[in-house]
């Protein structure tokens, strides 16, 4: 087995040649020759079996994760710390399955509260502060936050606390009720898949 | 509970819900709060029960927006939408640029920093800024909008709703027999006076403010004597 200093690679370095060698992930073709464009250890993967191209494939793996981000498209889950007329804003607490080790802030605008009748959207009748909301990121948004959306069936609030102070039971997917008082409160509910369904 | 009208505190027990194995329908109004199975008083004053509602009703300097209230604001900033408005309460009022009676995309009323305005707060709760408008609920003016010239004096929240309760303030009665005046009372203890001459707008905001803790008579009396050294 190679010593891992051998393997270990930065960008910019020359891993071979584009005749010899396909560019995998972490690396690229230039002038016809492959360099590497992260830190990270080599992986030679060979060609499968059968496929036109023979050459092994080159891979630079990045030897620690990465701490979560949150990109385009993924769903996070947020905590609701402010309801405004126009929007809400959120504190991102994980991206996917992945805590967030530094505090990402996001927005969720009344147009994209949900998919129906946006322009007569209620704020307050959707979120209210400290619940915990499933979204998904629509962009990068500015410097100061991203931009969410819970225009999904499976997208919105997923657990409430009611004035009363018990964690709510979701009733519809515009109400949830407290156990102590039996009230009802509104808000944008998330459709739950559960894995009995 | 009915009829017994009583002092209460921040956080004594109203009555407990398990004990009354009763299905009636009780109201809860300001100044009270559902805790599991007890309704608890969160607020200082009187306790009241009327028809099947109950209430705290105190009298405090700082105003706690209600919807439906009647209130008075100053106008601090104009956002594009709408304008903010001090209610002496902790958080800032909304009051939407179009709620205004007569108010149209081209004709937006041209409130200044300062302006006082007279409004209804539409929506009012904990966690948000109170929704304010100068329309009632269907569309008209009927009185709310700003209020020009005159002169502007705080006081209590319970002289406030005294002011503007059945039946008429004896004060006010008093006053309205030998001078003329316009007012106009916002629950959030605001209250507007506009009359001809200053010596009538300084008679009747004295009257009003030093009538708080009279009965009838006395106020009677009071405004007998203002009246007289007027003379």
Redesign the interface.
């Known amino acids: 087995m190679a010593k891992r200093e051998d393997d270990l690679r930065t960008p910019g370095e020359l891993l071979g040649l584009a005749s010899e060698f396909n560019a995998g992930r972490g690396s690229y073709c230039h002038d016809g020759k492959i360099y590497a464009s992260l830190v990270g250890i080599r992986h030679l993967i060979e060609a499968k079996q059968g496929s036109d191209d023979l050459r092994p494939t080159i891979e630079i793996r990045r030897e620690k994760e990465r701490d979560a981000v949150p990109e385009a498209g993924s769903t996070v889950t947020a905590k609701i710390t402010k309801v405004q007329a126009r929007m809400a804003s959120a504190d991102i607490v994980c991206v996917g399955p992945r805590a967030v080790k530094e505090k990402f802030t996001g927005i969720v605008r009344q147009q994209d509260v949900r998919l129906t009748e946006i322009d007569k959207v209620d704020m307050h009748s959707s979120f209210r502060p400290g619940d915990i909301i499933r979204a998904e990121v629509i962009s990068l948004g500015d410097s100061r936050a991203y931009y969410l959306s819970t225009a999904k069936n499976e997208l919105g609030v997923v657990s409430a606390v009611s004035v009363a102070g018990a964690t709510m039971v979701a009733v519809s997917w515009q109400e949830m009720q407290c156990p102590l008082t039996n009230q009802r409160e509104p808000r944008k509910v998330a459709k739950v898949v559960t894995s009995n369904e | 509970e009915e009829g017994a009208s009583r002092i209460v505190l921040p956080g004594d027990v109203v009555f407990g819900l398990a004990a009354q194995a009763q299905n009636k329908v009780l109201r809860l109004g300001s100044g009270l709060?559902?805790?599991?199975?007890r309704v608890v008083a969160i607020k200082a004053g009187r306790l009241n029960h009327a028809k099947s509602k109950l209430w705290v009703e105190g009298s405090q300097k700082r105003y706690i927006p209600s919807a439906e209230d009647s209130v008075i604001g100053i106008v601090i900033d104009r956002r594009a939408e709408?304008f903010l408005v001090d209610l002496n309460a902790p958080v800032l009022g909304?009051l939407p640029i179009l709620s205004f009676e007569g108010a149209t995309r081209k004709n937006i009323p041209n409130l200044k920093e300062g302006a006082v305005v007279y409004g209804r707060v539409v929506?009012a709760?904990r966690?948000?800024?109170p929704?304010l408008s100068c329309l009632d609920a269907s569309g008209k003016g009927s009185g709310y909008g700003p209020l020009k010239e005159g002169y502007l004096f705080e006081c209590s929240t319970g002289l406030a709703r005294s002011l503007l309760g059945t039946p008429t303030y004896p004060v006010l009665e008093a006053l309205g027999k030998s001078l003329a005046f316009e007012i106009a009372v916002g629950v959030n203890g605001r209250v507007w006076v506009k009359s001809d001459a200053p010596a009538t707008t300084v008679l009747v905001s004295n009257a009003i403010i030093n009538s708080e803790c009279l009965s009838a008579a006395q106020q009677h009396i009071l405004v007998q004597k203002l009246l007289q050294a007027a003379k």
Do not use: P
């Not at chain 2, 709060?33 to 199975?37: E, H, K, V």
């Open positions: 709060s559902q805790d599991a199975d709408e909304l929506k709760h966690d948000i800024s929704a």
